[in-house]
């Protein structure tokens, strides 16, 4: 059964980071892409980042590009999302879970499976 467990949010100032983790059991962690999302209340969610199983190509959406980084230890079953110059719009409960990968890039809109981690809050705020 796959799991996810995402943690490292909290309350940050403006310009101020954080690193999440998500770590992945109940699969072979290093076979697949891993994608992170968040949901603010009353909003769709958004995928954010992904990286494929071997940490060689990345993907990030346009509001974080330059901002945050995607990066994953196989050995850990490990992937983490560096998140600096947060900004208020940052504020959201972001998840991880695995995505297709697709000709050695990952599909952020294309989820590997269903389940989801309990996820962790970002809340950025003076």
């Known amino acids: 059964q796959w799991q996810f467990v995402e943690s490292g949010g909290g309350l940050v100032q403006p310009g101020g980071s954080l690193r999440l983790s998500c770590a992945g059991s109940?699969?072979?962690?290093?076979?697949?892409?891993i994608g992170w999302f968040r949901q603010a209340p009353g909003k769709e969610r958004e995928g954010v980042a992904c990286?494929?199983?071997?940490?060689?190509?990345?993907y990030y959406a346009n509001s974080v590009k330059d901002r945050f980084t995607i990066s994953r230890d196989n050995a850990k079953s490990t992937v983490y999302l560096q998140m600096n110059s947060l900004e208020p719009e940052d504020s959201s409960v972001y998840f991880c879970?695995?995505?297709?990968?697709?000709?050695?890039?990952?599909?952020?809109?294309?989820?590997?499976?269903?389940?989801w981690g309990q996820g962790t809050q970002v809340t950025v705020s003076s």
């Open positions: 990286i494929v199983s071997s940490g060689q190509n990345t």
């Open positions: 879970t695995a995505v297709r990968e697709l000709d050695g890039h990952c599909a952020i809109r294309a989820l590997r499976t269903d389940y």
């Open positions: 109940g699969f072979i962690a290093d076979r697949y892409a």
